[in-house]
């Protein structure tokens, strides 16, 4: 691997720093000459089924398909790095990336080659303030084409499959980890702040409300306002300011390679400054089927508890910022048909968190899963 000079001069993200070098028109021209040489070359890529669909829906998203092979080529040059991916076996997917087993001097790594979205432009810059307290460790960086070197963990066990008690004790223990305090670091501020996106939310959810034909009761869209206007900029009185990984749901928490939950790891942070309470609502709207069969709804306001508890969390704060954020989906997904299942999830999260759910909406054991549609979410 390169050490820290190297990449600086390269133009790269110094790991040590965080910080990118003033070369970047350079390394931008260098990695378009370096992706056209590798784009001849014509190495083969393979990418699951689902990754593919997902990608080929609009010219950006295939352009960027078609440039992974080279992609791939570049990194592995440039870090001197080894495929470890088993014949006829394909990478780790997420929604936004996929994740090569590589091998660097023997050791195994891994290397996630990211689609550009805004929300992990800033991946790298968390992962080195964490420096792997709580989240797996970033080894080097190349965010003009968002590609990160990463420790490798343990693919195949995350905390979606794991015992819930035991999700409950691991999620509550990385979050404790990764909430740090701001520091000095050039890195902050780059990062958005939650207060500020509320300010925001309390002009725009209106407004997606109206433009979208009123999708849901007008009492749940100002159960979000109030939210943003107690919790945004404006009206906050109170709380306290840490890194935020604001996609923090069970597939995100993953074991290392021969450790046990204890040492368990986020990955894939979508990071924001703020009030740590943001991070729960992904943890109520995943695992649907663990919601019981009998009263669901006393058992999500019981899972923003328990969760709360083994973080050290405020669970009105959490409940709050759950609604606003459920809220701000279901408008998003009330914007395109497709995605009526996901519509019913989020507004059957919210209303409840809000106290009045939502007749006609179907039991949480047959709503869909986030990330089983073909659309990102």
Known sequence: MWGANEVLREG????????????????????????????????RVPIPAAFRHRYSRTAPHRAWLDSLPALLSVAMDRWSLDLDLPRGAEPWSGHCALVFPVLHNGIRTALKIAYPYPEVLLEHHALALWDGLGAVRLLAADPQSATLLLERLDGDRSLQEAPFPTAIEVWGSVVRRISIEQGERPEWADFEHIAARAEQWTDELPASWEDLGRPFPRWLLEAALEVCQTRGAVGRRSGRDVLVHTDLHFRNIVAPLG?????????DPQPMIGEAEFAVAPVLWNRLQDYPARNPERAVLDRVTVFCAAAGLDADRARAWSIVREVDNALSYAADPALSSDLQRSLWVASTLAGRALPGLPHPHQLSAPGSSTARR
């Not at 790991?15 to 990118?20: P, S």
């Open 259 to 267: 450790d046990g939950w204890d040492k368990a790891l986020a990955i």
């Open 12 to 43: 790269f993200v110094s790991v040590a720093t965080g910080r990118q070098a003033d070369r970047a028109p350079a390394m931008q021209w260098i990695v378009r000459r370096r992706v056209a040489d590798h784009m001849r070359a014509g190495l």
